[in-house]
């Protein structure tokens, strides 16, 4: 059998508006690539990436969903198994940024309660063409209490830190990640009255 070359392994997925760059970044950070060509993701995608934390090896899976509303059913359906969500907007599109608030409510409807989110708005290199202000990410990012920065694939501004700063925060909370287990001790000696079997 094949030994295993990781120590955990993370779901991430990417959500967001259609052209928002949720590929671009995936890219950028999977392979280090930037492409100029628009090709719009048809159903869901993904890549997989392996990085060290903690002194551990974890491997990230990332799935890349379409944004356009005919692919909804197949993408939300991934939201359940995801351990982190990244939400993409475009800085130079206002209406991508509007519809963060329905990204957030599609996550409260199908993923679990503990899933950490992130909140990227993508394209800052394009500051002549900015439609949302900087504060305004800010200010949604805060009022639902999720991390919040402006990134560009392009330019690769903020690309790795943001993925890695979703895994820190997954890895945060993964029972198991130090030597000292938490919760129930299985190997305790069961002590006083009611012993069954």
């Known amino acids: 059998m094949a030994k295993k070359t990781y120590d955990l392994l993370f779901k991430l997925l990417l959500i967001g508006d259609s052209g928002v760059g949720k590929t671009c970044l995936l890219f950028r950070f999977s392979d280090d690539a930037f492409n100029t060509t628009f090709i719009s993701t048809i159903g869901i995608d993904f890549k997989i990436k392996t990085v060290e934390l903690g002194g551990k090896k974890i491997k990230l899976q990332i799935w890349d969903t379409a944004g356009q509303e005919r692919f909804h059913t197949i993408t939300t359906s991934y939201y359940r198994g995801a351990m982190g969500i990244m939400l993409v907007y475009d800085i130079t599109n206002g209406k991508s940024f509007e519809n963060i608030s329905k990204w957030l409510r599609n996550i409260d409807e199908h993923a679990n309660e503990d899933v950490e989110k992130m909140i990227l708005g993508?394209?800052?290199?394009?500051?002549?063409?900015?439609?949302?202000?900087?504060?305004?990410?800010?200010?949604?990012?805060?009022?639902?209490?999720?991390?919040?920065?402006?990134?560009?694939?392009?330019?690769?501004?903020?690309?790795?830190?943001?993925?890695?700063?979703?895994?820190?925060?997954?890895?945060?909370?993964?029972?198991?990640?130090?030597?000292?287990?938490?919760?129930?001790?299985?190997?305790?000696?069961?002590t006083g009255?009611?012993?069954?079997c």
Request: hydrophobic residues 25%; contains cysteine; proline residues 5%.
């Open 122 to 190: 993508n394209k800052c290199d394009m500051e002549d063409k900015r439609q949302v202000p900087k504060d305004r990410g800010t200010s949604i990012a805060q009022e639902h209490g999720i991390p919040f920065l402006e990134t560009s694939a392009k330019a690769n501004i903020n690309v790795d830190k943001g993925f890695m700063e979703l895994a820190q925060a997954i890895l945060n909370k993964t029972p198991g990640r130090d030597t000292e287990p938490k919760g129930v001790d299985i190997h305790k000696q069961e």
């Open 193 to 196: 009255k009611g012993k069954c």
